[in-house]
């Protein structure tokens, strides 16, 4: 009898922690469940070339802790092979000029640099290049100061050539030295394409601060054909930013595609997806610091989009003229696009630089407010 009352004790003593062990991971789920349910899910879409990873390295060095003295290094070989591949674009495209164009002389290079050219075309078509050094960026540099590839660059348009161009062939030296460490600049004008899934969790008002909302936010890489593959994943999240590089209205994309077409054509897929019936559009009219130059140089309307654009004025005013129809364009796209069960959901457009970190700031703090004031609409508080 005493033996029995013993192996009960024990039993009851082994239950009991055994269940406080259950009820404390139960615990810990509810706790994650809650917890989870107050994180605003962000994705960032947008075509090639438009900036979204830009922003999402914005935010991280805004609201996160940014980029520690590793997260840099390992920048060095990308802004290397950026620059490789920049310059292999130019002298390629200065010798398909020199063929083709009618005035084809202003193409040609020196014997000098043509062999230089030559040099540096095959390092840009190898999978691994070399880590830059003073020589071969003094040899860069003088490729790029030739008359025939400054010519050529203010054709980069219809070849493709990056917009970290200017900025990486201006500061050769300084990326080419022994002991070099990219700067934060140097890293938000690196390009690297996204592959896979990146994410980063943070808040507008900072960490230490209750009040404001926390977001987790996506960055997706992959092929236009591989978007069916992905996209449903992604139901329920609070927001779409979708990035649209405003600038590229004159740029060709692969198989001679206008890429301010390209994005148009993303946009209205995305609007149209089921799973973003009850999410918020927030689109971001990037790229606007080489809007604001190109515009008044090149015509609105070559983009087959913008047809019917007339110029009304110069200088800022018809810089705020031709962003106004940019944006109109997209407004009309967005309810075209948008089924009648679906007009309540928050659409906003914000004028962004990428690259303009205090910009980048003020629009994710308006962001923040947007989608705080719909959660408390939702929960019947406003």
Not at 71 to 84: D, G, K, M, Q, T
Not at 281 to 310: A, G, S
């Amino acid at each position: 009898m005493g033996l029995l009352c013993s192996k009960n004790r024990h039993y009851t003593e082994a239950d009991a922690e055994e269940n406080s062990q259950a009820a404390e991971i139960e615990r810990r789920i509810e706790q994650e469940t809650k917890a989870e349910k107050h994180i605003q899910k962000l994705l960032v879409l947008g075509a090639g070339e438009s900036g979204k990873s830009t922003i999402f390295k914005q935010i991280k060095l805004l609201f996160q802790t940014g980029f520690d003295d590793a997260e840099l290094r390992s920048y060095i070989s990308v802004i290397h092979a950026n620059i490789y591949q920049t310059i292999k674009i130019l002298y390629d495209g200065s010798k398909e000029f020199a063929q083709n164009d009618a005035d084809s002389s202003k193409y040609v290079l020196s014997s000098e640099n043509k062999v230089i050219g030559e040099k540096l075309s095959e390092i840009g078509s190898q999978l691994d290049y070399p880590c830059l050094n003073r020589e071969l960026a003094h040899e860069i540099e003088t490729l790029w100061k030739d008359s025939a590839i400054q010519e050529t660059y203010v054709r980069g348009n219809e070849l493709q050539v990056p917009d970290c161009a200017h900025y990486f062939m201006e500061n050769l030296q300084r990326l080419s030295d022994a002991n070099y460490i990219p700067t934060k600049e140097d890293v938000l004008y690196a390009r690297v394409r996204t592959t896979g899934v990146v994410e980063i969790q943070f808040s507008p008002v900072g960490k230490n601060k209750k009040s404001g909302e926390v977001y987790r936010l996506f960055d997706v890489g992959g092929q236009r054909n591989e978007r069916r593959k992905w996209i449903h994943l992604f139901e329920g999240v609070t927001a779409v930013i979708f990035c649209a590089a405003i600038s590229d209205y004159d740029q060709i994309e692969d198989e001679q595609k206008n890429r301010m077409m390209e994005s148009k054509e993303l946009f209205d897929w995305v609007l149209k997806q089921p799973c973003f019936e009850k999410t918020s559009f927030m689109l971001f009219l990037n790229k606007f610091d080489i809007f604001e130059t190109k515009v008044l140089k090149v015509p609105l309307n070559v983009c087959e989009w913008f047809k019917d654009y007339q110029p009304v004025s110069t200088g800022k005013q018809e810089i705020e003229h031709a962003y106004e129809f940019v944006k109109k364009k997209f407004e009309e796209l967005y309810f075209q696009s948008t089924a009648p069960d679906r007009v309540d959901r928050v659409f906003k457009i914000y004028r962004t630089t990428a690259l303009d970190q205090k910009l980048v700031k003020k629009t994710f703090k308006l962001v923040d407010e947007t989608l705080r004031r719909r959660n408390l609409f939702e929960a019947g508080l406003l």
